[in-house]
């Protein structure tokens, strides 16, 4: 048989597959261009330019040679961006702040290419650590205590790297989530004191609102505070549902009589302030109950003066979590003048009064109800 490789097919072959190689090369080269940024939008109004903007937002960058194929990698500060997520269109390149905090902070945004790199002044402002409330004010010390609030995972809010702080004493954060945490409160904890959450990685800090063992605007809380017909207050040490001593309890062994006083006092401590603008202020309790709330069914009407209308809560006012449980809840504060009898000094009584259908079972606790200055 002839032998066909012989030295010039040899060569043929060869110089084709470098043709090839060489055709197959030039397809890979990309032919970038250079970028210039000429401002910053935001998505809605591509004419305004801005400056700064909060991490999550959507932002429009203007330039030239802001084409996908064009880019390697866009950063804000020293955080990248994930392509996947960013659209060019006409020179326009549309993305999301990413939430996620710099650990350099420049204050620009970067797009790299294989000419260079272009950047242009701008601010990424990351939200503050927000806390909301805690889950119960009156958590009993040695007990576990959960709070509210938001961006927890962006400051690593966890057990590695925050403490909430009881007035000067610090408890580890044991677990958390984005929007909740969990701390022992220590034994020898102060009562009526702000608390706050310290994030040691990022150095941030936020206050809860709210006090622990809030005693302040306190109407009743069944033991210094005593309503003046103590039939409905359990005063028995032993009881398994006591809170943070004597309560309010109503179930199906209270007297019934299709509505009837719950429990009532005078001399209560308003200010003015509270008074003349009610809308400023909440009432705030510890609450238990195993009922469910039917509207139409079920209503508590509160007094601050006989001659005036009383303010109502009904199923829609209670908001809480958990039934057979503790937990602090805020229900609205109203104050009904008398058009006879307008002057403040006469509203200094708090009378609470249930009305509820007699089909339904009555099962519910309070404690500790208390005049609350929202946002304080």
Avoid at 24 to 52: F, G, Q
Wanted: charged share 20%; with cysteine; net charge negative.
């Amino acid at each position: 048989m002839r032998n066909i490789f012989n030295l010039d097919n040899i060569h043929r072959i060869g110089i084709i597959f470098l043709v090839i190689s060489l055709l197959a090369c030039s397809e890979d080269v990309t032919d970038y261009k250079p970028i210039t940024l000429s401002k910053v939008t935001t998505v809605a109004d591509l004419n305004m330019a801005i400056t700064e903007a909060a991490l999550g937002d959507f932002i429009a960058i203007h330039g030239t040679g802001l084409d996908l194929a064009n880019i390697d990698s866009v950063l804000i500060n020293d955080v990248k961006v994930d392509l996947l997520e960013v659209y060019t269109e006409n020179d326009i390149l549309f993305m999301k702040i990413p939430v996620k905090l710099a650990m350099i902070e420049t204050n620009r945004i970067y797009v790299h290419n294989s000419l260079g790199v272009q950047a242009i002044p701008f601010k990424a402002l990351p939200p503050a650590l927000y806390l909301e409330r805690m889950f119960n004010e009156y958590t009993k010390p040695g007990d576990t205590i959960m709070i509210y609030g938001d961006f927890f995972e962006l400051y690593e809010i966890n057990a590695d790297n925050a403490v909430v702080d009881f007035n000067g004493i610090e408890s580890p954060v044991i677990s958390s989530s984005n929007n909740h945490l969990t701390a022992k409160v220590p034994l020898n904890v102060d009562q009526n004191i702000k608390i706050k959450v310290i994030g040691t990685k990022h150095n941030v800090e936020a206050f809860c609102p709210g006090r622990y063992y809030d005693k302040e605007g306190m109407i009743m809380d069944f033991d210094e505070h005593m309503p003046s017909n103590v039939a409905n207050v359990v005063m028995d040490p032993n009881d398994k549902q006591r809170l943070s001593g004597n309560f309010l309890r109503i179930d199906d062994t209270s007297a019934y009589a299709g509505w009837w006083y719950i429990t009532e006092i005078g001399g209560v401590p308003y200010t003015d302030d509270m008074l003349d603008n009610y809308e400023d202020y909440v009432i705030k309790c510890e609450f238990r109950t195993a009922n469910q709330f039917i509207d139409g069914k079920i209503k508590f009407c509160n007094y601050l003066f006989w001659d005036a209308n009383p303010m109502e809560w009904v199923p829609s006012d209670f908001i809480f979590q958990n039934f057979n449980r503790w937990e602090t809840i805020t229900l609205p504060f109203v104050v009904n003048r008398s058009s006879t009898y307008p002057e403040n000094y006469y509203y200094r009584s708090f009378n609470m009064r249930l009305e509820i259908d007699p089909n339904i079972a009555r099962n519910f606790a309070f404690d500790n109800i208390r005049v609350y200055k929202k946002g304080s």
